[in-house]
């Protein structure tokens, strides 16, 4: 291959790339100060290109629409003035104005006159002559360009270190591109060597847009990644077909020696480029093909992340987690949620184990997975299965959150509801011991029978008001070391008509208010009592017991005839009652009073027992 082709070719793909890079510009980055004045400038300097090409190349048609585009310099130093103004934010509308309207008014003498000649030159069939008096328009563009130069050199010391780099970069592409264009004048000079500086051009636009928007644009990064890959692989094809054209003119391969280097060049570059464009979908082909599912795609993280945060409970977010990863791995999975990592349940059986991670120096939980027996799957494989994990960790931590966020909201209304309850209470209360009390004392002359069944239900009513009361009322405590024992024997003593049998160890003490401790063991045996009134062989069983973290296990049983199955569930509600003649209030008092004290009360069982009440209460040593 000749130099004169290289020239030829080296045009081509300068007017190639500065137009492909002007109208990437114009629709990628129009957000970038002064990219716009940018891409106009890009577009002169592919113009240019296309000009000398048509002067070398075309007939003398085309070699006149050449010469224009090539003396259309004195504008496209306009838009590079226009670029720099704008990267360096100075208002400066009327200067603008001006330059624009020289710029212009050069541009339509230049093509009146219609400055240049066309002559041949060296192996050129046609090359541009600048006239005498053409050095007037050069100096016009000469001067706008030094304009813009020394503006970016009067705002480095001002600027930020990125702007600084980016002017360095405008500087360092104005070197390399006046470097290059240089010998294009040398025919105009009367030297006659080849402008082989010309044949660097390309590189001009490259380097000067790389510059601005490396700093701004991950992608333009990544595309200069590429093209320097492309001509490194350019470069080793040529030496490789060079290589191979001088063994086989040594070997006496004739055909093959004499095929031109640059057909041999052009060949190896295009069966390179279509292995290179093949590579990527192949490798992913082959990938799902031995592994499924082993690829990841954005749409398919989307995808998780999408069904993963839809969940609203635990055991919910365990199956649609299952499920999706299962799905897409094509076998069985399991999904574990909860502080202790499985043992022995679906063994060797692939999975993911997500938990609540205790913190590190001083910081805080937070949510993590672990892969379970993955041992015999592929690095790729185990690659989803951790992003699936991570995805997870955090619609985990998300539900953790909702959750808390969701207990959190039902005390604030429970709170506000009880606030209400107590106002009403207070107003009940009130309004119905006046009465009573009238009732009470109205009866004082009635017949015996009568006035005991008044009585009653007097007092049965304000039993009533009283349970009102205390539910709805401010729990205050009064926190102290209370003997589980002492504790006990002191309310079984106010029942002396029940034997309550007890199975608790002296050493065991309660961090508790006595007089809530009293109330809340006074309502679970005086239930029990009512339960147990009219049965044979009435039994009830108070017994504690150590618990782990300083806890103590309370329980309170009674052999009577049990809880329905359809009152279990909301046994603990207020007004729900399982005993004729109840409020319904005193298992709900007595789960305040336990939750007041950071604890648990729930319907347990017990061996030999049919009704068991088990309290958590914090113990003190």
Not at 260 to 275: D, E, F, H, K
Not at 431 to 452: D, F, G, K, Q
Not at 481 to 486: C, D, I, Q
Not at 551 to 576: E, H, I, K, S, Y
């Amino acid at each position: 291959m000749d130099i004169y082709r290289v020239y030829y070719f080296s045009l081509v793909f300068q007017s190639c790339i500065s137009l492909g890079l002007a109208a990437w510009l114009w629709a990628k980055a129009p957000h970038q100060s002064g990219i716009k004045p940018l891409a106009l400038f890009c577009v002169g300097i592919g113009c240019w290109a296309l000009g000398q090409l048509g002067m070398h190349l075309g007939d003398d048609t085309v070699a006149a629409l050449g010469k224009r585009l090539v003396n259309c310099g004195p504008i496209n130093a306009v838009f590079f003035l226009h670029f720099v103004f704008r990267f360096l934010q100075r208002d400066r509308p009327r200067q603008l104005l001006a330059v624009y309207l020289l710029g212009i008014v050069t541009l339509v003498l230049i093509q009146l006159l219609d400055m240049g000649t066309l002559a041949p030159w060296l192996g050129f069939r046609r090359y541009y002559f600048f006239p005498v008096w053409g050095w007037i328009p050069g100096i016009v563009v000469s001067s706008i360009s030094i304009w813009a130069y020394l503006l970016l050199l009067a705002a480095w010391p001002a600027a930020a270190p990125k702007q600084r780099g980016k002017i360095l970069a405008i500087w360092f592409a104005g070197v390399w591109g006046s470097g290059a264009s240089l010998m294009f004048l040398n025919a105009s000079l009367g030297i006659d060597i080849f402008p082989y500086s010309v044949i660097l051009l390309p590189g001009y636009a490259l380097l000067l847009v790389f510059g601005i928007l490396r700093y701004d644009l991950m992608v333009v990064n990544l595309w200069a990644n590429r093209l320097l890959a492309w001509l490194v692989l350019m470069a080793i094809a040529v030496a490789l077909a060079s290589l191979l054209l001088s063994v086989a003119a040594r070997t006496g391969f004739a055909p093959l020696a004499a095929m031109p280097l640059w057909q041999l060049w052009l060949l190896g570059t295009a069966m390179l480029g279509v292995m290179l464009v093949l590579e990527g979908p192949s490798r992913r082909a082959m990938e799902r093909l031995v592994f499924p599912g082993a690829h990841l795609e954005a749409g398919v993280l989307a995808d998780w992340r999408l069904r993963l945060d839809a969940a609203s409970s635990w055991q919910e977010l365990e199956r649609i987690a299952a499920s999706t990863l299962g799905a897409h791995l094509r076998q069985p999975m399991r999904v574990v949620l909860g502080d202790a990592r499985p043992a022995g349940d679906g063994a060797g059986k692939p999975g993911v184990h997500c938990y609540l991670a205790a913190g590190k120096d001083g910081k805080a939980p937070h949510w993590r997975s672990d892969l379970m027996a993955w041992e015999g799957a592929t690095p790729s494989v185990t690659r989803v299965g951790e992003v699936f994990g991570a995805l997870l960790a955090a619609a985990a931590a998300r539900l953790d959150q909702l959750l808390r966020y969701a207990e959190h909201e039902k005390e604030r209304l429970q709170q506000a509801h009880l606030l209400e309850l107590g106002g009403l209470a207070a107003t009940v209360a009130h309004e119905l011991r006046n009465p009573l009390n009238i009732i009470s004392m109205a009866a004082v002359m009635a017949p015996p029978e009568v006035r005991a069944e008044i009585r009653a239900q007097i007092e049965r009513a304000d039993h009533l008001i009283q349970d009102l009361l205390s539910y709805s009322g401010e729990v205050r405590l009064n926190r102290q070391r209370v003997p589980v024992a002492e504790l006990v024997q002191r309310v079984a003593a106010g029942h002396p008509a029940q034997a309550i049998a007890l199975d608790v160890d002296e050493a065991l003490c309660l961090h508790i208010d006595p007089m809530r401790g009293e109330q809340i063991l006074g309502n679970l045996i005086g239930n029990a009592m009512a339960m147990l009134r009219g049965r044979p062989d009435p039994r009830i069983l108070v017994a504690a017991e150590a618990h782990p973290d300083g806890w103590v296990l309370l329980r309170v049983c009674d052999n009577g005839p049990g809880v329905p199955a359809d009152l279990a569930a909301d046994l603990f509600q207020p007004f729900t009652t399982r005993r004729p003649g109840g409020t319904g209030l005193g298992l709900a008092i007595v789960r305040r009073l336990v939750e007041a004290h950071g604890g648990s009360v729930r319907l347990g069982e017990r061996a030999g027992w049919t009704c068991c009440f088990e309290l958590l209460l914090p113990g003190s040593p």
